[in-house]
Structure formats: C-alpha cells, structure tokens
C-alpha cells in the first residue's frame, strides 16, 4: 500500500476512502505546493481525529469542529430574520437530536434549514457536522454539514416527548402532563422600570415531574389550572436553575387543558431513611396539623408558618409549611407528597422538613380534596382527633402552653420584669423569635435553637423582646 492507504487504514474516523482522497487533494491545493500528498493526508487525519467524537457528550464548546451521529427528536419552526448587511433574510431551524450519551439541539441555516424542513422527519439518524458554542438555552453545534446515516441509535422518540426524557439545550418542547401543583403569581420590577410577572406550576407523567416557569401574560394560566388537570405544552425550552431541569415558556408558547390519559406516580424516600441537610421526596398521610401561626421578621414584614406531622410505613417526621403553602388546606387523613424540602435538624434531635419556596406539595388519592366540618373544628381549638398518636413527644400535638408562669402573661409584665415564656421557634438566628399560638416573641439569646423546636425562656422582658438568662 502507499502512504495514503496507510495513513487511511490508521484513521479511527467514519470517513469514506474518497472523501479522505479528496480532502487530501484540496489541503495540497491549499497549502500552494509547500506540502505534498503524505503530509497533507497526514495533517487531515489529525483534523478528522480532533473533530470525531465519541458520543453527544463528548460535545464541548470551543471544539472548531465536531462530527457525529444522533437521532432526529424533533424538527421546529422554520424561523426568518433580516440581516444586517444582505438584502436576503435569513433562515433558521433548531433540531433536537440525541445519542445514548445525550441531547443536543443543532441549528440548521438558509438552504439546509429549508431542507431540514422539507425532507426530515422524527426518528431518521443523520452524521452531522458543525461548530460547537454557548446558545442562549445551552451547548447547541451550528451544523455546516448533515448527510443521512445507516446507523442504529438506541433513543426511545417516546420517552423524548416525556418529562424524564428533557436535556439542558432542548428547545420546542411539547408534552403532555398532569398539573401537581401551582403557585401564586409574583411581581418583580425589571431593569427599565417595568413590572415582570412570574409563577410556577408542577407537571408529572409516568417518567416524572417538572417544575413550569410562566412569564407576564402567561401566568395567567397558573390561576385557571388546578391540580389534577390535564394539559398540553407547546413550544417551551428547557433551562437550568439550583442543579434541576426546569421548562420555561414564553410568547410563543401555549399550555391547553385536554383530554388524555397520563399517570403520574410518586417517588419518595422512606422518612427512617432521611439524612440531615438533604433535599428530598417524602410522602404519606397527615397524622396531625397544627393551626397556623404569623410571626414578624426582621424586616417588619409578617412570615407565616404552619407544622404537619406526616408517617408513612417506616415512620414520622414534621414538616414545616412557610409562606403561602402555609395557607394549603390539609389536615388529618389527607395522603401528600412534598417534593424539593429540606432536612433538617428539628426538636430534640429529631429530623424535620422544611417546605420553603422551592417545594411543591402533592395531593394523592381522593381523600386528599376531601374535608369535614369535625376536620376544621379539630385543628381550630388545635385538637388533631388521633388520640392513638398524642403521645408521642411531639410539643405541636399537644395543648397549648402557658405564655407565662405564675398566671401572668407576657403582655401583662411590667418592662424590664423577668417572665418566662414557651413558644415554638418560628425564627431561628438573631433574634429568635418564639410563638405560642397567641402571641410571638423576640427572644436575645446565644443559645442554638432549630425552627418548629418548641422552648421556653427567662429573663427580663420589655416592647416584646425577652433578653434570655436561660433557654430549656
């Protein structure tokens, strides 16, 4: 064999003999006499060697060039826009392709994107060639090159349409989902002076669930959806925030209730399996609900805070609900999922849970809608109605404490008079900040304490703050 044929048999890329020949011929050309044939081979096996890759993974930006294989996912809209300096407007398609390795959206341009449209469908594999870089949703290969591939790619079109089958980069998502949960709409001021709105809903499907992220208009859909319902998103692109995937829609997409059948089912972590300063998945049925308690912060704005205590086959744990998922109508007998919330460490070296901003909460099954006028009357005068689970050392299932000895009452001490108070902390740090069910107060303390523990302390007291000489 020549050196050609040597430096071609020793090339690990799927290059066919007379596109190598041809590229040898075009570098010599190139390089105006000052390589010859060998050397030109040479150099573009390495070039061919640096640019073929091993799966979608092996992606990365800064690459000038990668080739590989993947399977078509979905073809979006073809897209125009002008250019600055041609009178011709350009044209754009994203394509979701992926491998065994991963997910990546690819962008065909002009004459490729119209035939990308035209003659692609779902499900063909292509060998594709492009520049890698940072897109505005992610890793995205600007493809300058895409032929048509005999190669079988193990990926489940499917499982693409579903939420366990969502990468970082993906664009034009479409699938259907069962609304979980959803959470209020908030406001926020914008850089030039204009409000943004935004909120959150929890889709799920039989791989799993997403946390939705709707924008000014469309957050107006968040108050027309309740849990249990059916919908159909379109168009929305997938970001990442705090290590999740999270779905983001915006002017182009849509979210329509429909009819169809999707099943969600719950994964949790058995609560004995917990582990200290974790996010987890927990579930089960309310054993116990406490009445909510407000309490004022730091800032002068008023916090909110209501305990459950929830058991499932392994055991028990409390779980704090703050802000608006304080005001979540459960009670006693009512089977919850919560998902995203914080172990921590609770009362006596117990573990509990804390269901802030990031947790979604998850009604199961029937009786979770279902509530009786015994139910309500029962967590107003703060009796659960379980007599079988009173007992088990848990300060929020039992009456109410005193607010201060010897009959007199926080309010009632002259300023500066020594009390003592027991309430459960609401606020851990400086200051704590106690409540009793009636009243709170701010308690000055170097002592550690862990929300929903409940203590109580002693010292002077005045304008409702108590500088503690002791806390039990």
């Known amino acids: 064999m020549g050196a050609i044929e040597d430096i071609y048999a020793d090339l690990d890329a799927d290059v066919p003999e007379p596109e190598f020949r041809e590229a040898v011929e075009r570098k010599v050309e190139e390089m105006g006499g000052l390589a ?12 061919l060697s640096d640019d073929e890759i091993e799966g979608v993974a092996d992606i990365e930006p800064g690459m000038e060039e990668a080739a590989f294989a993947a399977k078509v996912l979905r073809i979006g809209e073809l897209r125009t826009f002008e250019r600055d300096d041609e009178d011709r407007e350009g044209r754009v398609v994203n394509l979701d392709v992926a491998d065994e390795t991963g997910h990546i959206r690819v962008a065909f341009w002009d004459d490729h994107a119209e035939a990308a449209v035209e003659e692609l469908e779902a499900g063909d594999v292509l060998k594709i060639a492009g520049q890698p870089r940072e897109g505005y949703n ?3 290969v600007s493809a300058s090159d895409a032929q048509p591939a005999d190669i079988d790619i193990d990926v489940d079109l499917d499982e693409a349409d579903s939420i366990g089958g969502l990468s970082l980069g993906q664009s034009d998502v479409s699938l259907t989902g069962i609304v979980l949960d959803t959470d209020s709409v908030r406001t926020f001021d914008r850089d030039d002076g204009s409000e943004g709105r935004v909120s959150n809903l929890t889709l799920g499907d039989e791989t799993g669930r997403v946390r939705v992220t709707l924008w000014d208009d469309q957050t107006e859909l968040v108050e027309e959806l309740s849990p249990g319902t059916t919908v159909e998103l379109v168009d929305a692109y997938v970001r990442e925030r705090n290590g999740d995937l999270e779905l983001h829609l915006n002017d182009r997409s849509s979210l329509d209730e429909v009819e169809a059948d999707v099943e969600y089912v719950a994964e949790t972590i058995p609560i004995a399996a917990l582990e200290i300063d974790t996010t987890a998945d927990i579930g089960g049925v309310v054993r116990s609900a406490d009445p909510k308690r407000t309490f004022d912060r730091d800032d002068g704005s008023e916090g909110q805070v209501r305990n459950l205590r929830i058991q499932d086959d392994s055991g028990d744990i409390r779980v704090a609900l703050w802000g608006e998922k304080a005001d979540r109508d459960l009670g006693p007998g009512d089977e919850v999922q919560f998902t995203d919330v914080e172990i921590q460490d609770g009362w006596q070296d117990d573990l509990e849970a804390s269901a802030g901003w990031q947790a979604s909460i998850i009604a199961l099954g029937s009786e979770s809608t279902t509530r009786t006028a015994e139910t309500d009357a029962a967590e107003a005068s703060g009796s659960t109605g379980l007599d079988a689970f009173s007992g088990d050392g848990d300060p929020s299932s039992e009456g109410d404490e005193p607010a201060a000895t010897d009959d007199q009452p926080a309010d009632d001490a002259a300023p500066g008079e020594p009390i003592e108070f027991t309430g459960t902390v609401v606020q851990a740090g400086d200051p704590v900040v106690l409540d009793n069910g009636t009243e709170t107060m701010r308690v000055e303390t170097s002592v550690d304490v862990h929300l929903g ?9 005045s304008d409702g703050r108590l500088d503690a000489d002791d806390i039990v």
């Open 453 to 461: 523990e409940e203590v109580t302390a002693r010292g002077p007291a």
């Open 36 to 47: 010859d044939e060998e050397t030109a081979a040479m150099l573009i096996a390495h070039e």
């Open 138 to 140: 992610g890793l995205e």
